[in-house]
């Protein structure tokens, strides 16, 4: 059974830095492309930084140079380090996997960012 548990939310202020993980059983995280999204109250769900199992990294323009995606094998986790992190960063944190023509996400954890 494949299961996903984000971690590491927080508030934090702004200006501030935060990581959050996302630790994987059921599957294998290097043979997978993963993202990470998030959802403001009243907004749609946005991609926020990929990987792909080969390791290549993309970025939306909204948090480049600030956040950095990458994954640790050995502990099957993919993590989100954000820096600078502003106001508008709020929001629930998901991660997503895709495996096999199948997207498999967290329940997401809880980023609240203040001014």
């Known amino acids: 059974q494949v299961q996903l548990v984000e971690s590491g939310g927080g508030l934090v202020q702004a200006g501030g830095s935060l990581r959050v993980s996302c630790a994987a059983s059921g599957l294998i995280l290097s043979l997978a492309d993963m993202g990470w999204y998030r959802q403001a109250p009243g907004r749609q769900r946005e991609l926020v930084a990929g990987?792909?199992?080969?390791?290549?990294?993309d970025y939306a323009d909204f948090v480049k140079g600030r956040f950095t995606i990458y994954r640790d094998n050995a502990k099957n986790t993919v993590y989100l380090q954000m820096s600078s992190l502003k106001p508008e960063d709020t929001a629930v944190y998901y991660c997503?996997?895709?495996?096999?023509?199948?997207?498999?996400w967290g329940k997401g954890t809880l980023v609240t960012v203040s001014s």
């Open positions: 990987i792909t199992r080969g390791g290549s990294t």
């Open positions: 997503k996997v895709h495996l096999y023509g199948m997207d498999f």
